[in-house]
């Protein structure tokens, strides 16, 4: 009798398995498992449920192969996990010939409490933890989050939680004018070993860049620097004390104690066009010069010579509807925002595009024409957020942070922020309030 019922078993058992797959086991608790024959021609994985599917392209592979799909029901445990989106696609490791689009249902029930939708991305599950995929893109009209990855391994929605860190006003500096410690038009702000450098320009007269202390007490200032007049742009500063800036269509490296080290324009580069509007410095001493009208990012090496260009116009990966500002993070990623497009764009190094974040709207991890941007030791970036009248803080990966500000004249309040620095620790955060003509210090809390 017993051989009988284990028979029985055997043959609902191996029913299962041709027709859905059979239920997994493991520590993390599998749910029903799917097989799925895909071909070259490409074709669309999905789980059991339906909440996920891997649409694979034409040639990702070269001969047919059989995947699988599982809910995983005890995902290990993260405070930004979605419940019920974890799934184990396999053959685990597998690696594709080309990226695969994942998407990931997700019910707003199941976020949570705390955590951001907008912040909402697919991660992968690694020795060390759920780490987010760069490529991930939230649809909050449809309940869905897609990414592209390349290979194969345990997936889930993972958010982020609000105000990790929260900014206070602590002080302010500046007033509309020509003398020391006034600004006109405002070009650009930077922080380094203690002091607060903030280009701008006095209308009709010259270029200048003025030093302040921690503080905002008026420490100096550098005039006609360079033999071009007009508005100044972004301004970053080396541990030595150099400035490096621009003047309309010149771009200038300016000694620490004022005069012109050298200055290029595009004759000197060999561009046809060539309009510096801000600049970022990496730890090899490489220059990185937004070209906000020429929609690119333009590299010069220590000595002034162009290396490369980054970027072209448009709307895809990688490129921009004008170029807000520049900065470089402690690995050497570039980030850079997109004007128009209200995003950050992310590159390696050499210029390959990472990633992006950011869509238009008033949300946390949304922007309206967001300007200049910098980076602190940790890999956090800093946005100002000019027409939306304030400055958020994302991660290295682009999940959301914090965000200070609004519109006016008051403490703490904006009105056009074009341009933001950060000191290394991120305890401390200025703000060049454009319109206001004025400097703001906050603090963290």
């Not at 059989?66 to 993260?78: K, L, M, Y």
């Not at 029930?109 to 599950?125: C, H, M, N, Q, S």
């Not at 030595?240 to 000197?268: E, I, N, P, Q």
């Not at 890999?379 to 609004?406: C, H, L, P, T």
Request: some cysteine.
């Amino acid at each position: 009798m017993r051989h009988r019922e284990a028979s029985v078993c055997m043959i609902v058992a191996m029913a299962l398995l041709v027709s859905a797959g059979c239920a997994g086991g493991g520590e993390d608790g599998g749910g029903l498992e799917r097989s799925t024959l895909i071909g070259p021609n490409g074709g669309t994985i999905r789980s059991a449920d339906a909440n996920a599917t891997v649409q694979v392209p034409d040639a990702a592979i070269s001969v047919a192969q059989r995947f699988t799909s599982e809910e995983v029901t005890n995902p290990q445990a993260d405070p930004g996990l979605v419940a019920n989106t974890a799934y184990r696609f396999g053959p685990e490791g597998w690696v594709f010939e080309a990226p695969v689009t994942i998407t990931i249902g997700y019910a707003e029930a199941d976020i949570p409490a705390g955590v951001l939708e907008p912040t909402l991305k697919i991660a992968r599950l690694q020795p060390g933890g759920w780490v987010p995929v760069g490529t991930s893109a939230v649809n909050q009209a449809a309940n869905t989050v897609n990414a592209q990855v390349v290979g194969f391994s345990i997936f889930a929605i993972i958010g982020q939680a609000a105000a990790q860190a929260a900014y206070a006003y602590d002080s302010q500096w500046g007033a509309q004018g020509a003398s020391d410690g006034e600004f006109g038009a405002m070009g650009g702000i930077a922080y380094r070993g203690g002091l607060v450098y903030v280009s701008d320009m006095i209308p009709f007269i010259t270029e200048r860049i003025q030093r302040f202390d921690a503080n905002g007490v008026y420490l100096g200032r550098c005039l006609d620097f360079d033999t071009e007049d007009g508005a100044t742009g972004g301004i970053d500063v080396d541990a030595t004390g150099d400035m490096y800036t621009s003047v309309v269509d010149v771009f200038a490296k300016v000694a620490a104690g004022c005069g012109l080290v050298f200055d290029r324009d595009a004759t000197d580069l060999g561009l046809a066009q060539f309009r510096p509007t801000d600049v970022a410095l990496d730890g090899a001493g490489n220059i990185f010069i937004a070209e906000m009208n020429q929609h690119r990012i333009t590299r010069l090496n220590a000595a002034g010579n162009i290396v490369a260009q980054i970027g072209s116009q448009g709307a895809g990966d990688g490129q921009f509807n004008f170029v807000g500002g520049v900065a470089v993070g402690p690995d050497g990623s570039i980030y850079a925002s997109d004007h128009l497009g209200d995003r950050v764009l992310k590159f390696s190094n050499a210029g390959a595009f990472v990633g992006a974040f950011g869509e238009t709207g008033d949300g946390n991890g949304q922007f309206h024409s967001p300007r200049g941007i910098d980076v602190d030791d940790d890999g956090d970036v800093y946005v100002a957020d000019s027409v939306g009248n304030r400055v958020q803080k994302f991660d290295e990966d682009g999940a959301f942070i914090a965000a200070f500000g609004s519109a006016g004249d008051g403490a703490g309040e904006f009105n056009f922020p074009t341009d933001v620095a950060v000191t290394p620790d991120g305890s401390a955060v200025y703000v060049m309030d454009a319109l206001n003509y004025r400097v703001q210090k906050f603090v963290e809390q």
